[in-house]
T-cell receptor
Framework: DSGVTQTPKHLITATGQRVTLRCSPR?????VYWYQQSLDQGLQFLIQ???????AKGNILERFSAQQFPDLHSELNLSSLELGDSALYFC????????????FGEGSRLTVL | DAKTTQPNSMESNEEEPVHLPCNHS???????IHWYRQLPSQGPEYVIH???SNVNNRMASLAIAEDRKSSTLILHRATLRDAAVYYC????????????FGTGTRLTIIP
């Protein structure tokens, strides 16, 4: 158990819909990262937040957005869903400035039909 | 980000040591070498990291070449639970920098 909690674990929805994925980081971790893993793209970095502020941005589509709340949990919003958005979405958190080890959740599996 | 090169796949027999290589010829002086692994249907998990000296922990050992252009992750006695994709990643280690994953090495353990 990494201590990072992601909900929901599985989600099935239709094209054009909008979903929200939630991540609770390990207690005290200030950084949250979102990754997308699809069969043909591997693990792709989407976005990082540190203590409520956006820290780094990767290949995140404009239809996707994220935020980190004052209690440090984060949400990834995916809108106007397309078939190609079907993937595993992982959240990770880190807190130690000396090691920077990332702790990953078990992921949210999104299926767009 | 500096790139790493790993074999796509490797096989090893159960209860034997496994040496997973990684080349990183463009590594900079501030890059740490991190290894993560991803077991089937799970999120990646941290294995080990190092800068210049060899490192050991309860999961594995990391051997770093003197010129730092390559490294080897060593699993001393592989078990079936070690079957996973292993990622070698270069990362500036301070300030919670993101990890950039490559394609990794898929390790198969033969019973």
């Amino acid at each position: 158990d990494s201590g990072v909690t992601q909900t929901p674990k599985h989600l099935i929805t239709a094209t054009g819909q909008r979903v929200t994925l939630r991540c609770s980081p390990r207690s005290g971790d200030l950084s949250v990262y979102w990754y997308q893993q699809s069969l043909d793209q591997g693990l792709q970095f989407l976005i990082q937040y540190y203590n409520g502020e956006e820290r780094a941005k990767g290949n995140i589509l404009e239809r996707f957005s994220a935020q980190q709340f004052p209690d440090l949990h984060s949400e990834l919003n995916l809108s106007s869903l397309e078939l190609g958005d079907s993937a595993l979405y992982f959240c990770a958190s880190s807190g130690s400035l000396s090691t920077g080890e990332l702790f990953f959740g078990e992921g949210s599996r999104l299926t767009v039909l | 980000d500096a790139k790493t090169t790993q074999p796509n796949s490797m096989e090893s027999n159960e209860e034997e040591p496994v040496h997973l290589p990684c080349n990183h010829s463009t590594i900079s002086g501030t890059d740490y070498i991190h290894w993560y692994r991803q077991l089937p249907s799970q999120g990646p998990e941290y294995v080990i990291h190092g800068l210049t000296s060899n490192v050991n922990n309860r999961m594995a050992s990391l051997a770093i070449a003197e010129d730092r252009k390559s490294s080897t992750l060593i699993l001393h006695r592989a078990t079936l639970r070690d079957a996973a994709v292993y990622y070698c990643i270069l990362r500036f280690n301070f300030g919670n920098e993101k990890l950039t994953f490559g394609t990794g090495t898929r390790l198969t353990i033969i019973p």
